[in-house]
């Protein structure tokens, strides 16, 4: 079946630092890919998506690229900043539907003054 | 303002007491979910519903039941909480646009002793 793999954490980067969270999956045909956020005592939010192989998604100054040939599509950010703090999850689905998401184990980011 | 929320936000119960989780959307969605989150294990579908009345198990349903009798409501029911159960509960919603993104609860956090 379809999973996702993202790198263990947590991660603890300095302030401006460079960020990456890679993230693979294993699906059949072409899944859309998806990044979602959990800040402190929140659910999770839509950080960025890319839904075919090539496609960049950004926001918030997180960018992420579909990789077909890698089956990845891995996290970053060029200067992370206090409030990035958080949990980050990799997620795809198979039909592009929110109603077949499948989440990776996510990974903490902690970024310090 | 556009929501999911869930009640209560903290519980702690015991053993084979019967406790509903409530959750609530505003956004007239057809979907919701439900997940809960584990650590390293990310989240895990336990039961969704496509619209009233129609709701469906997903990856770890045991122990669990559901009800979807108007749109806005989806609660989650344990019968009999083992403290297998104890864990972060997330209730999520999505339109019949269905664009990919979820809307989150900000997340139940349930220990049964």
């Known amino acids: 079946g379809d999973s996702v793999t993202q790198m263990e954490g947590p991660v603890t980067l300095s302030e401006e630092a460079f960020l990456t969270i890679n993230c693979t999956y294993t699906?059949?045909?072409?899944?859309?890919l998806f990044w979602y956020v959990q800040y402190p005592g929140e659910g999770l939010q839509l950080l960025l998506k890319?839904?075919?192989?090539?496609d960049k998604g950004s926001n918030k100054g997180f960018e992420a690229t579909y990789r077909k040939e890698t089956t990845s599509f891995h996290l970053e950010k060029g200067s992370v900043q206090v409030s990035d703090s958080a949990v980050y999850f990799c997620?795809?689905?198979?039909?592009?539907?929110?109603?077949?998401?499948?989440f990776g184990s996510g990974t903490q980011l902690t970024v310090l003054p | 303002e556009a929501q999911v929320t869930q009640n209560p936000r903290y519980l702690i119960t015991v053993t084979g007491k019967k406790l509903t989780v409530t959750c609530s959307q505003n956004?007239?969605?057809?979907?919701m979910s439900w997940y809960r989150q584990d650590p390293g294990l990310g989240l895990r579908q336990i039961y969704y519903?496509?619209?009233?009345?129609?709701?469906d198990k997903g990856d770890v349903p045991e122990g669990y039941k559901v009800s979807r009798k108007e749109k806005r409501n989806f609660p989650l029911i344990l019968e009999s909480p083992s403290p297998n159960q104890t864990s972060l509960y997330f209730c999520?919603?999505?339109?019949?646009?269905?664009?990919?993104?979820?809307?989150f609860g900000e997340g139940s956090r349930l220990t049964v002793l």
């Open positions: 999520a919603s999505s339109s019949y646009r269905d664009t990919g993104e979820l809307f």
């Open positions: 699906a059949t045909g072409y899944p859309s």
């Open positions: 890319a839904t075919k192989a090539d």
């Open positions: 997620a795809l689905s198979a039909s592009g539907s929110a109603r077949q998401l499948t």
């Open positions: 956004m007239n969605h057809e979907y």
């Open positions: 519903s496509m619209n009233v009345e129609v709701t």
